[in-house]
T-cell receptor, first 112, second 116 residues
Framework: DAKTTQPPSMDCAEGRAANLPCNHSTISGNEYVYWYRQIHSQGPQYIIHGLKNNETNEMASLIITEDRKSSTLILPHATLRDTAVYYCIAKRGETSGSRLTFGEGTQLTVNP | DTGVSQDPRHKITKRGQNVTFRCDPISEHNRLYWYRQTLGQGPEFLTYFQNEAQLEKSRLLSDRFSAERPKGSFSTLEIQRTEQGDSAMYLC??????????????FGDGTRLSIL
């Protein structure tokens, strides 16, 4: 799986949009971009994933650049409960199950 | 949908003892994964089951570790002769793999193991 690079930490004001970047310059054509987050003392929580088109669900939006070398997770109106470590993962989306390879992620702190 | 359930949530044991953890996946999920997470690091993959078959094992899974999923439902992870370095959070995840798509993995809240 392609290596991903994320900033170690970010801050965001409550109510504002949080934009979390991720670089995956060596991503291959069959690798999806997955985002998970982990709140302290809990297991990782799935947020969203995509291949090349932008995706949106009730939690967030995922913007993938046209060359697929980077992406941005957007939390449109961050709340204090969004404070967590956010992981960007490149993973083959094939029929067989495959592991998630977590990096160190981005610690997002939402401030009041 | 009750989510992935792990038991116990915390386990404290003395070095050299054996421990066993249980994971109950989301019902009808045919794939089950075990990960390990140490403080300040992201989770690391240990092993993966499709139904009752163990299809992949990480090099992290030493011969003191064994995982089973006998009926393709719940799974157990056993660590024999525990060592200080085994102290970690052990996470279980499950997913539904069908047709041409692999659905996202959903995680439990883990079992935190502390070795005295």
């Amino acid at each position: 799986d392609a290596k991903t690079t994320q900033p170690p930490s970010m801050d965001c004001a409550e109510g504002r949009a949080a934009n979390l970047p991720c670089n995956h310059s060596t991503i291959s054509g069959n690798e999806y971009v997955y985002w998970y987050r982990q709140i302290h003392s809990q297991g990782p929580q799935y947020i969203i994933h995509g291949l090349k088109n932008n995706e949106t669900n009730e939690m967030a939006s995922l913007i993938i650049t046209e060359d697929r070398k980077s992406s941005t997770l957007i939390l449109p109106h961050a709340t204090l409960r969004d404070t967590a470590v956010y992981y960007c993962i490149a993973k083959r989306g094939e029929t067989s199950g495959s592991r998630l390879t977590f990096g160190e992620g981005t610690q997002l702190t939402v401030n009041p | 949908d009750t989510g992935v359930s792990q038991d116990p949530r915390h386990k404290i044991t003395k070095r050299g003892q054996n421990v066993t953890f249980r994971c109950d996946p989301i019902s009808e999920h045919n794939r089950l994964y075990w990960y390990r997470q140490t403080l300040g690091q992201g989770p690391e993959f240990l092993t993966y089951f499709q139904n009752e078959a163990q299809l992949e094992k990480s090099r992290l899974l030493s011969d003191r570790f064994s995982a089973e999923r006998p009926k393709g439902s719940f799974s157990t992870l056993e660590i024999q002769r525990t060592e200080q370095g085994d102290s970690a959070m052990y996470l279980c995840a499950s997913s539904l793999g069908q047709g041409g798509r692999n659905q996202p993995q959903h995680f439990g809240d883990g079992t935190r193991l502390s070795i005295l």
